[in-house]
């Protein structure tokens, strides 16, 4: 079953070079500024609960009459064009309707695990993507996806994931909340 959504994964594409970003490759590359879950949150999510998801593609930069720099919305460090961000999935909370021009941007958004296998997931976007024109990507969509991808969990799911954890997890989750104290 892991091959299967792996092969779906590796022939997944996107148009105008979009792709889904790889949060451990973004949280290396600033680990003070771009958090992600730990692997042990990551070893738990499940069909049913929500994670945050960002796609981007390099072939569009930074919009009119902006600042040389933007900030991300998600560790506030610089970057050369804005990331769109979707605070909730839209099945969770009523969303206002957006009118955001599309200009090429970057986008976080959030998806519903249907399936896991492994570190592969199928899930469905469950916001209404303003750059939908540009990477064909739209609310309602299935979307294959791996661990790696994974730029939060939904604050509902916190308990569930907890509850889920044996001895061992809870240590390394305690471990990893320590480091983090630690860097503050």
């Not at 009523?94 to 200009?103: A, E, F, I, Y």
């Not at 730029?151 to 240590?171: F, N, P, S, T, Y």
Request: glycine share 6%; hydrophobic share 35%.
């Amino acid at each position: 079953m892991s091959q299967q959504l792996q092969d779906q994964f590796d022939s997944q594409q996107f148009s105008n070079d979009y792709e889904l970003v790889n949060g451990v490759a973004m949280h290396t590359e600033n680990p003070g500024e771009f958090h992600i879950p730990p692997d042990v949150i990551k070893r738990h999510v499940r069909p049913g609960q929500f994670v945050e998801l960002r796609i981007d593609s390099p072939r569009f930069s930074v919009h009119e009459n902006a600042p040389e720099k933007c900030n991300c919305p998600s560790c506030n460090g610089e970057m050369t064009k804005p990331v769109l961000r979707h605070e909730n999935p839209a099945s969770l909370v009523p969303l206002p309707k957006q009118s955001v021009p599309s200009r090429g941007w970057g986008e976080d958004f959030w998806v519903q695990i249907t399936e896991r296998s492994g570190n592969y997931f199928r899930g469905v976007v469950d916001n209404p993507l303003v750059e939908a024109r540009l990477h064909g990507l739209k609310q309602g969509d299935e979307i294959v996806f791996c661990e790696d991808h994974i730029l939060a969990v939904h604050d509902i799911h916190r308990q569930e994931l907890v509850v889920g954890m044996d001895m061992a997890d809870l240590k390394e989750l305690a471990q990893w909340v320590g480091q983090m104290r630690r860097r503050d």
